[in-house]
C-alpha cells in the first residue's frame, strides 16, 4: 500500500499527536485543529483502518469538522478528534487489551494538559468515558452516576430531527407526516431518530450492516433496505446516521431524495458533492451544524452549566440556523454547506 508522505503531512491543523502502544498494536492519533474559539474538543473513534495514513487523515478530517461544528453552534470550544486505529475490530479484542488501550489513551490527554477534551464517537460509550475518567478529568460524557453528562446521542437525534424539519421546509413541505425518510445505520443516534420520525407521522425506510440493530424500527413500522442501495433509494429525506463519506460527485448525481440531513461526520467524500446536490436542488443539510446536538449537550452540560431545558432550546435551534444557512445560500447563489463554513469561519476570525 502505497502512502503519499507529502500530502498525508500537508494540513494547516495546530497539532497531530501520534502513539504507537505496542502491548496491543494500537496506532493513538489526536489532532488539535484549532483552540482559536477555546481548548479543542471532539469524540474518540475507535475502529480499524487500512493503513496508519488513513487513520491519521480521518482524525485530522474529523478535528477540522468539530471547529466547524463547534463555532457553528456556537460553543466557546475549538475542534479536535481522537482515533484509535485498532489491531482488530473492538468485539475481537478482549476486555483486558481494550482496557490497556483505554489507559494509554487516558495517559496521552493527562500529557496534553487540557488543550484537549475527548468524549464518546463510533466505536466508544459512556462507559469507555467513566474509564478514561479515572486517569484524566480531560473528558466529556461520562455516565450521569460517575458526574459526567451521559450519552449525547439523545440531543444528536433531536438536532438531527430539527434539522430534517428544516430540511422539508425548505422544499415547501411544513411537516413530517406522510414523508418517507431513509435512515442508514441504527446505532444510538439512528435508532433514537427513527422513534422521533415515527411519532411525527414519518414513513420509515432504515438499513444497517448489523441487520438485528433495526429491530427496534421494524417494531414502529419501519421496512429495511439493503445496505448496499442506500444511495439508490428513492425517498424524501436519506438521513446518514452511520459512517460518512458516502456522497461524493458521482452518487451525487443520481441520489433520488429531495433532503439529505443526517448524523454521519463528513458525509460528503469530495468537494463537488455539495455543488452537484446544489445544482440539482438537493437540500443538503451540513453535517456540522445538522449533528451538532450532542457537543451542544457535552460542553452545555459540562462547561457552561446549562440545564436539561437550556440544552433542548438550543438543540431545536439548530432548525432555526439552518433556515438561516439555507436562506444565506439561496440569496449569495452558493451551496449550503459553504454558507454554513462562511457561518463559522466569520465566528472563528472574530475570536
Ligand atoms: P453507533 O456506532 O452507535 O451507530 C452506527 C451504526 O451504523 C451501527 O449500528 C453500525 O452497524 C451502522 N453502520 C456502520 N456502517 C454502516 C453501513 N455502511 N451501512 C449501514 N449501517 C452501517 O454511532 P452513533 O453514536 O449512532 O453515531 C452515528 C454517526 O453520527 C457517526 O458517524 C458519529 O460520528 C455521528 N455523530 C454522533 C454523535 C453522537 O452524539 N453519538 C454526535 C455527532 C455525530
Ligand atoms: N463525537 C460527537 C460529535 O462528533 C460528540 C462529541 C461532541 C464528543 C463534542 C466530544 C465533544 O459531535
Redesign the pocket.
Known amino acids: 500500500m502505497h502512502i503519499d508522505v507529502d500530502q498525508t503531512l500537508r494540513w494547516s491543523g495546530e497539532m497531530t499527536c501520534i502513539r504507537y502502544h505496542e502491548p496491543t498494536g494500537t496506532f493513538l492519533i489526536i489532532a488539535i485543529d484549532s483552540t482559536a474559539r477555546g481548548p479543542a474538543s471532539g469524540?474518540t473513534?475507535a475502529m480499524t483502518y487500512e493503513n496508519v495514513g488513513s487513520a491519521i487523515a480521518d482524525a485530522r478530517r474529523?478535528a477540522g469538522a468539530m471547529t466547524l461544528?463547534m463555532a457553528a453552534a456556537d460553543l466557546p470550544m475549538g475542534g479536535g478528534k481522537s482515533v484509535l486505529a485498532l489491531p482488530r475490530p473492538r468485539h475481537q479484542l478482549s476486555a483486558d487489551e481494550w482496557k490497556r488501550i483505554l489507559h494509554f489513551h487516558a495517559a496521552n490527554l493527562e500529557l496534553l494538559n487540557g488543550s484537549y477534551t475527548t468524549g464518546?464517537?463510533?466505536?466508544t460509550s459512556s462507559a469507555d468515558m467513566d474509564v478514561l475518567g479515572r486517569t484524566t478529568k480531560h473528558v466529556f460524557g461520562r455516565s450521569t452516576a460517575q458526574g459526567g453528562a451521559g450519552?449525547?446521542?439523545e440531543?444528536?437525534?433531536r438536532g438531527v430531527h430539527a434539522s430534517i424539519r428544516a430540511g422539508l421546509a425548505e422544499t415547501g413541505r411544513s411537516s413530517l407526516a406522510g414523508t418517507t425518510v431513509l435512515v442508514?445505520?441504527?446505532?444510538?443516534?439512528?435508532?433514537r431518530l427513527c422513534e422521533l420520525l415515527a411519532e411525527a407521522g414519518a414513513e420509515l425506510l432504515v438499513?444497517?450492516?448489523?441487520p438485528e440493530?433495526c429491530a427496534s424500527a421494524v417494531a414502529l413500522g419501519a421496512r429495511t433496505v439493503d445496505?448496499g442501495r442506500?444511495t439508490s433509494i428513492e425517498c424524501h429525506v436519506f438521513a446518514?446516521?452511520?459512517?460518512?463519506g458516502?456522497i461524493n460527485s458521482e452518487t451525487a448525481r443520481t441520489l433520488p431524495v429531495a433532503v439529505v440531513a443526517?448524523?454521519?461526520?463528513?458525509v460528503l467524500a469530495d468537494a463537488g458533492a455539495a455543488h452537484v446536490l446544489a445544482e440539482r436542488e438537493i437540500v443538503y443539510a451540513p453535517?456540522f451544524v445538522a449533528?451538532?446536538?450532542?457537543?451542544i449537550?457535552?460542553v452545555g452540560r459540562e462547561v457552561l452549566g446549562w440545564t436539561a431545558e437550556t440544552v433542548s432550546e438550543r438543540t431545536e435551534a439548530i432548525e432555526d440556523t439552518l433556515r438561516t444557512i439555507f436562506a444565506d445560500a439561496r440569496t449569495r447563489g452558493i451551496t449550503t454547506e459553504q454558507a454554513a463554513i462562511d457561518l463559522a469561519h466569520a465566528r472563528l476570525a472574530a475570536a
Do not use: E, M
Open positions: 469524540g473513534r474529523l461544528k464518546p464517537d463510533v466505536g450519552s449525547s446521542a440531543a444528536t437525534a442508514q445505520g441504527l446505532g444510538a443516534v439512528g435508532a438499513t444497517d450492516v448489523h440493530r445496505p442506500v446518514p446516521c452511520a459512517t460518512g458516502l443526517g448524523a454521519a461526520n463528513n453535517d449533528n451538532s446536538g450532542g457537543a449537550h457535552l
